[in-house]
């Protein structure tokens, strides 16, 4: 339970004190009401003893009695209604508020720091707020931190106003007071008169009510004298005439009013009486509280109170008040109270402490009288106990413990002969049960048991708790054996009360005796305020013994549907007791919580249920139990509106939709009308206050963008803007990379290689990706677009409308001159979507200046430069011929004579003039602008060649524009446009060619050196995109060195075609340039040889075929080469090695140039492309598209040793035997007369060339070495005559003959090519030698004549 202001040690006795009635004559009550007070209410804030009292038990020893108090109560002769007891009870629990502004009582339980402070009904909503990070354990100086004070106000009324009963006498009226004033005519007879209306209230039988202890009850005379009005010596007078007829110990003269009402505001007197009253007091009805239930004020709302005594002197009977006729807890007539008052629907009680309150503050209590009146009352109260009522105690203790001694046996012995005689030796099943429901009285007040109940109360209100105990033990024995059960229960427990408060604790706690009494009591006898009364002493003795289990269990069994105030302060209780265990359990605190707000709601306590909602939702609040979370929530949302604590209401129906809901869709719905009804109201209220936090739609502020610049424009027909940065593009890192090192590189080129230090990419669109550490920079009259992203966590639809963003803007380094900055737009007209592999492509790009301030530097920057060109730097590359023209081509055509089929025709071109040269990056391509300025306002279109990628597939190629305003701008130096082009390519031709020597030494100079060149032409289109047939229409040529001469072997059709998956075979000879062009060509500079096939020609050294040979030649240089590098041991070792390996190169490239004739909506379109081969080495293979690597078959994992992996220095056999070409002049058959010289001499001469350009020493060796006999089948009987070995050395580049003669003895065919050839660099090692392999036999037909 919670922490109470009194031990139970000072509950109890607090609670069962000797009770004494007041009774007063119209005067004497006059003179108490002058300050505002009634005599039983002028004495009560003095009714305790402040010393130790003393008396004797029956066995004569002395007794001491510690802080003893009594009560004195106006004679009422009517019980109260239990109606007006549940709504006193009522108030009393709704006045008694938490005290706001105080320190938080935060009690640490396990792993909770639980806040019991009230504040968590205030408006900062408290319950959410921050925890401590680290919880500490429970310890024994953390228990009982929280109070509740509303409860501890609750018992305490509960216990004063139990109605008296017949089976106990605890309340019952031990003495009265019989008060008359001084200032009467004859104040005796006033005291007689008196005394005679109490004997008849008490020994008449038409009052049942009050209770009294004993028939003769003891009467003190008090004589009131007014010391500001009255006259002392009279007063003095009528006080000794009192004493000689009522003895000294039974009167007393009580002075008081020492001063008049009209100097109350002289002197600031304390006011002990307001706490007492404000406990007990009844105010006339109206509303306490903001909330939308009214009531109507009653017509005497200007009264002043009526206290619990219930004085009113209107009404006299025979010179008498009549003020004990009502009780004041009797309800007025007109009000209907015959429900419970604590229900739901009940009239909100006008008696709530806090009205109370505010009555009181301009009433004065104890106007007239001074601090000496008040240790008048005080010593009156003391010469009261001390001299009358204690020895009247003490005599009446020794009179029932003298008649229980003598008349015990006899008494039970009559009355049980009685009851055999008149219902026979066993009591009826009837009786029984009527004795169980106490529909009747079993004993007569004269018998034994009572009197034992009577001496065992009566002991027990002078804290005689031994003597009480044996009493109530004895007591309790005859009630359970005459099965008188309601006595029975209030002796066992009043028996386990004065067991527990014994000093010394003989005995322990019998709280079997509780749980018996607190069964009967609401099983048998249905009296659950009497059940009430035993739980809740009983739970205050357990936790005084640190027994929490034991006292919430009580607690929880006495609720019950019959009153939800007690079930609820009840279950706040035990909530309590859960958490001040050893082990707290902190989850079954919050559980009871919620059930005490259930229950203080149903009671109409709002305030009450509210705070346990709160404070039970410390433990629910992010624990995932979210459908608890939820009707907590719910419950505090609706109640804080009741209230009118529209804050509190708002914030915690927003709890509800912020969170993941598990609801259903319709109470997920009914809780956004609960929330909008409620925030309407606010707004309303408010409609100036700050801007609301909405729950809904969630907003994920990491997902937020900020967008600078306007919109993409939509496409207009065939012109469609460029893509650029949009909000409808997802954030790619790799893109965005992309997108950084294109500005960077555009950047460096414009800042001749060197990106500047305070150099930082242009943000167009800021996200949770970005680099948000620098201030953004905006363009004026430029758009700032906000994308926040709204999530909606509800199965209901939300309906947003007329939303804004709100925003501020706080300059910074702000310059005007921002305004001149430049803004460009890029369109793309007739932009394709799909290519064939190669396809050629015309399109437009315009550029257009929509800013104030001139543009330049207009670049454009791609990873991907083999794709697009703007042309060549000159107008006389990119003219347009007039076939071009006709036919929509995008090359540059001449009609081709035709004689001059089969001859290659010669162009020559600069890489630089279409943007290529050594040191450039070929990705950034300058934009050929007129003037190189674009002026505000105009516009250009560029032509635009595309080239469809190699791979087939989908490809996104990236553009960067690049330009700059004529006026420098400090902030903004430049500006970029993006633009992605998707492009879908299908599947054309694929190329493959090798270049192998040619043994013909014939050229124009008749120097060797022309190779043959083959090209296989595959179509791989499966009749994709209607592609219906492919026309090879020209084969050319570039290279730094050679050229192709002319086509070998060209069938009579010249226009060679390729349906789906048919190949083409090609030859070409190539031969080298003249050594004149070569020199005369600087290095960028190349031949371009065109072999027609048809009948007009694709000049390729124009744009766009040069274009794109050139960027595909960058991008190949690009690609790291394949072969391993060679670690040299010898620098002239190397050099040797890098001769012998140019000897092999070649450095050719070859164009096919096509064209698709394409089948489109009935309709036939000619496509064209191109496709580039380089060929860098004689006898290997090259393609036109990277060729797909087959993965190699699943090996045994094998370990070996590592060894030394160095590459070596010597050059591969089939590059050795590249240095040398050979050819053998002879003729193909040769007659001899072999009847007439039997010797037949053929000369034969043999041509070595040097491929080379160093000096190689070359030895040629006649003699035969094979002898198995196939090679002499085929070699026959010839030999060589003459010298069988030549050493030469040929300088570079030179052919040299060696004349031979052959002899052979018949005839028959044979192979000359048998001479072995071994070649060496001059001036090096033999270790390169090696024998040079003739391509083909060498065979000859011998005749006989």
Not at 749 to 758: E, H, L, Q, T
Request: hydrophobic content about 35%.
């Amino acid at each position: 339970m919670a922490q109470c202001v009194q031990s139970v040690q000072e509950l109890i006795p607090d609670s069962f004190v000797p009770c004494v009635a007041a009774l007063c004559s119209d005067e004497a009550e006059r003179l108490t009401r002058l300050n505002h007070l009634s005599f039983a209410e002028l004495l009560r804030p003095f009714c305790r003893l402040t010393s130790e009292v003393h008396m004797r038990d029956p066995n004569n020893q002395l007794h001491i009695i510690k802080n003893l108090k009594i009560a004195v109560s106006n004679i009422v002769t009517q019980a109260p209604q239990p109606g007006a007891i549940r709504k006193l009870l009522n108030d009393v629990v709704s006045g008694s508020q938490p005290a706001e502004g105080l320190v938080a009582n935060v009690i640490t339980a396990g792993d909770y720091d639980l806040n019991i402070s009230d504040r968590s009904i205030k408006a900062s909503v408290a319950w959410y707020s921050n925890w401590k990070d680290t919880l500490m354990e429970l310890k024994e100086s953390s228990l009982y931190t929280a109070t509740t004070p509303w409860f501890e106000s609750y018992r305490e009324t509960f216990l004063q106003s139990m109605p008296a009963s017949d089976h106990e006498f605890l309340n019952h009226y031990l003495a009265c007071m019989l008060v008359a004033s001084s200032s009467e005519a004859e104040p005796v007879e006033q005291f007689s008169k008196l005394s005679q209306e109490q004997h008849r209230i008490q020994h008449n039988s038409d009052y049942s009510y009050p209770k009294w202890f004993i028939p003769n009850t003891l009467k003190y005379y008090v004589l009131l004298h007014d010391l500001s009005a009255g006259d002392e010596h009279r007063a003095e007078s009528i006080y000794e005439e009192m004493k000689q007829k009522y003895g000294t110990q039974g009167c007393y003269l009580l002075k008081i009013n020492s001063r008049a009402s009209n100097r109350a505001s002289d002197e600031q007197i304390p006011d002990p009486w307001s706490q007492y009253l404000q406990k007990n007091s009844i105010q006339n009805q109206e509303s306490y509280e903001d909330g939308p239930c009214t009531v109507t004020s009653n017509k005497n709302s200007d009264k002043s109170l009526l206290s619990l005594d219930g004085l009113d002197n209107e009404v006299k009977v025979d010179g008498l008040p009549n003020n004990f006729r009502a009780h004041p807890l009797q309800l007025d007539p007109s009000s209907d109270l015959s429900n419970s008052t604590d229900g739901p629907d009940h009239v909100k009680s006008a008696s709530s402490l806090y009205e109370t309150k505010k009555a009181n503050t301009g009433i004065i209590h104890g106007a007239c009288l001074t601090l000496t009146d008040h240790d008048r009352i005080r010593q009156f109260i003391q010469e009261f106990t001390f001299r009358g009522l204690l020895p009247h105690i003490e005599k009446t203790i020794r009179q029932l413990n003298d008649q229980l001694i003598s008349r015990k046996g006899l008494s039970r012995s009559l009355f049980s002969a009685t009851k055999k005689w008149f219902s026979g030796s066993k009591v009826p099943e009837k009786s029984i049960n009527e004795l169980k429901n106490t529909s009747g009285l079993l004993y007569p007040p004269e018998a034994p048991e009572l009197q034992t109940r009577k001496m065992a109360d009566l002991c027990f209100l002078v804290q005689h708790y031994d003597l009480a105990y044996s009493c109530y033990h004895t007591a309790k024995k005859d009630f359970l054996n005459d099965q008188a059960m309601l006595y029975a229960a209030g002796a066992l427990e009043m028996a386990a009360v004065s067991a527990f408060l014994q000093p010394g604790a003989p005995r322990p706690y019998p709280a079997h005796y509780m749980d018996t009494a607190v069964q009967t009591y609401r099983d048998i006898c249905k009296n659950m305020i009497l059940a009430e009364r035993c739980v809740l002493l009983s739970a205050e003795i357990l936790k005084s013994q640190s027994k929490y289990s034991e006292a919430a269990a009580l607690l929880i069994r006495l609720t019950s549907e019959d009153s939800d105030l007690r079930s609820a302060l009840l279950l706040e209780q035990a909530a309590h007791c859960f958490i001040n265990m050893k082990s707290p359990m902190v989850r079954k605190y919050a559980f009871h919580m919620i059930l005490a707000g259930h229950r203080f709601s149903k009671a109409g306590q709002k305030k009450h249920a509210l705070r346990c909602y709160c404070q039970a939702m410390q433990v629910y609040k992010g624990k995932g139990w979210s459908l608890a979370e939820d009707h907590i929530n719910f419950t505090i949302g609706r109640q804080s509106y009741t209230l009118r604590q529209l804050d509190n209401a708002v914030s915690a129906f927003r709890h509800i939709l912020i969170n993941e809901s598990k609801q259903s869709a319709a109470q997920q719905g009914a809780f956004l009308r609960e929330y909008l009804y409620v925030y309407k109201n606010v707004s309303q209220l408010s409609p100036e206050g700050p801007l609301p936090q909405l729950p809904l739609p969630h907003i994920d502020s990491s997902a937020t963008r900020v967008f600078f610049g306007h919109d993409r424009r939509p496409a207009d027909g065939e012109k469609q803007a460029a893509t650029h940065v949009s909000l409808d593009q997802e954030y790619d890192s790799e893109s965005s990379q992309q997108w950084r090192e294109l500005e960077e590189q555009v950047v460096a080129v414009v800042n001749r290689g060197v990106i500047p230090p305070n150099f930082h990419p242009t943000q167009y669109c800021l996200n949770s990706y970005s680099d948000n550490s620098r201030f953004p920079l905006a363009v004026v009259e430029e758009p700032v677009t906000v994308e926040v992203a709204f999530r909606n966590p509800l199965k209901v639809p939300l309906l947003l409308t007329d939303l804004s963003l709100l925003w501020k803007f706080q300059p910074q380094d702000f310059s005007g001159k921002e305004n001149e900055e430049v803004k460009e737009l890029v369109f793309f007209i007739h932009f394709p979507t799909g290519l064939l592999c190669g396809e050629i492509r015309k399109a437009y790009v315009e550029f257009v200046n929509v800013s104030k301030c001139p543009l330049t530097e207009l670049k454009v920057v791609s990873k991907r430069p083999e794709f697009f060109t703007f042309g060549g730097n000159t107008a006389v590359l990119t003219p347009l011929s007039p076939s071009a023209s006709e036919n929509c081509s995008a090359y540059k055509t001449v009609v081709t004579d035709s004689t001059s089929v089969c001859a290659a025709l010669l162009s020559s071109a600069s890489s630089v003039d279409f943007g290529v040269s050594t040191g450039s990056l070929p990705e950034v391509a300058p934009v050929p602008l007129p003037d190189a300025i674009l002026m505000p306002g105009a516009s250009v279109q560029l032509p635009m060649w595309l080239r469809g990628p190699d791979e087939e597939g989908v490809h996104e190629i990236n553009f960067l524009f690049y330009y700059e305003s004529v006026k420098k701008q400090p902030k903004i130096r430049h500006r970029i446009l993006r633009h992605t082009a998707v492009i879908c390519t299908s599947r054309s031709l694929n190329v493959r060619a090798s270049v192998c020597r040619s043994n013909s030494f014939e050229d124009e100079e008749g120097r060797g050196g022309s190779m043959l060149v083959f090209v296989d032409v595959e179509n791989t289109n499966t009749s994709e995109a209607g592609v219906k047939e492919f026309h090879i229409v020209q084969v050319s040529s570039s290279s730094k060195h050679w050229k192709l001469q002319k086509s070998v072997n060209l069938s009579e059709n010249k226009d060679a075609k390729l349906a789906s998956r048919e190949k083409g075979k090609f030859c070409f000879k190539a031969t080298r340039c003249k050594e004149k062009e070569v020199a005369a060509q600087s290095s960028e500079k190349h031949t371009f040889a065109d072999v027609t096939l048809g009948n007009e020609q694709i000049v390729s050294s124009a744009s766009p075929c040069a274009d794109f040979f050139y960027r595909s030649l960058s991008s190949e240089c690009k690609k790291p080469p394949a072969q391993p590098c060679v670690h040299t041991e010898k620098q002239s070792v190397g050099e040797a090695v890098r001769w012998i390996q140019k000897c092999n190169e070649v450095d050719l490239s070859i164009v096919v140039l096509w064209k698709a004739y394409v089948v489109e909506d009935s309709k036939q379109l000619i496509l064209e492309g191109q496709h580039h081969v380089t060929l860098r080495t004689i006898g290997k293979e090259a393609f036109s598209c990277p060729q797909k690597q087959e993965l190699p078959e699943m090996e045994l994992l094998r370990f070996f040793k590592s060894e030394n992996t160095t590459v070596s220095s010597r050059p591969s056999v089939e590059q050795l035997s590249n240095l040398i070409k050979t050819n053998l002049h002879y003729p193909e058959s040769f007659s001899h007369p072999f009847h007439q010289k039997s010797l037949c001499l053929v000369p034969v001469t043999l041509l070595l060339s040097n491929c080379s350009k160093a000096s190689v020493d070359v030895i040629v060796d006649l003699r035969h070495k094979t002898t198995s006999p196939e090679a002499l089948e085929i070699h026959g009987s010839f030999t060589w005559l003459g010298q069988t070995q030549y050493k030469l050395q040929l300088k570079s580049q030179e052919i040299h003959s060696l004349q031979l003669k052959a002899c052979f003895v018949h005839t028959g065919v044979y192979n000359l090519g048998t001479p072995r050839v071994f070649a060496k660099l001059s001036d090096q090692f033999s270790v390169f030698e090696t024998s040079q392999q003739n391509s083909m036999p060498a065979l000859i037909i011998i005749n006989d004549v």
